[in-house]
């Protein structure tokens, strides 16, 4: 069984101990920072398969480092903050983070978000999934291939998060459905949705962000005002 890196970037050192005992009890090889800079050396020098990282650090505090991190890499990211508030996990996940979890929290659940990362990212990187005869779907001058979990238009390949990749091809594969924003969360993360998640809006702004013409104004993934989302053919 192959072993997965995590890399945990945090300044609280008690918080990085706690979390590494929980991760190598899973099986986990692991990494820790204690800023962003020190995070962002280890990703450039090492193999890292998911990095859950801390927003309130000093100098290069999380929100700096996600950018950074998504400007090159595609890897799974789960902020951490001790901030609850909306405006920081939606400023979290418009800047890549494909979750978010509000310190303090129960370790267990910090490990199952991160299997569930790592399952949607692994499999979304292991050649030969999903071949069948539909594997390549065009939408509105895309193409979705299945088989090698790309996106691309005439310009060339759009740079898709996993789970931008996974909201994408749901709605895509089911052309004039509408899907509300539960529906999306619990297909994608596997978990019950919460009323005042916005994760699904944020990931929907940044999927237009990447591949409408014009976000502001969305041809391919339409809103259904009080209902959800759908793309037609």
């Known amino acids: ?9 945090d300044d609280e050192q008690e918080i990085v101990e706690l979390i590494e005992i929980y991760l190598v009890n899973e099986g986990y090889r692991v990494l820790t920072a204690f800023d962003g800079t020190e995070g962002l050396n280890i990703l450039n020098h090492q193999t890292v398969d998911l990095v859950v990282l801390d927003i309130m650090m000093p100098g290069m505090d999380g929100m700096e480092t996600c950018r950074r991190i998504r400007q090159t890499m595609n890897l799974p990211i789960i902020m951490l903050s001790a901030k609850s508030q909306d405006m920081d996990k939606i400023l979290g996940l418009g800047l890549g983070a494909d979750d978010y979890l509000s310190k303090p929290f129960n370790p267990m659940e910090l490990i199952a978000r991160i299997k569930s990362q790592l399952r949607r990212y692994i499999i979304l990187n292991v050649p030969g999934q999903q071949k069948n005869e539909d594997s390549v779907i065009h939408i509105k001058g895309l193409v979705i291939n299945k088989n090698n979990h790309s996106v691309s238009t005439d310009h060339g390949e759009i740079n898709l998060t996993p789970t931008e990749y996974e909201i994408l091809l749901l709605l895509a594969s089911s052309p ?24 699904i809006m944020v990931h929907i702004w ?12 969305p041809d391919i993934i339409e809103t259904v005002w009080g209902v959800g989302y759908k793309i037609e053919k």
């Open 1 to 9: 069984m192959e072993q997965y890196s995590i890399l945990l970037i």
């Open 206 to 217: 940044r999927l237009r962000e990447k591949v409408e013409k014009t976000p502001k104004t």
């Open 176 to 199: 004039g459905t509408v899907f509300s924003a539960e529906q999306i969360f619990e297909a994608i993360w596997k978990e019950k949705y919460f009323e005042s998640n916005n994760t």
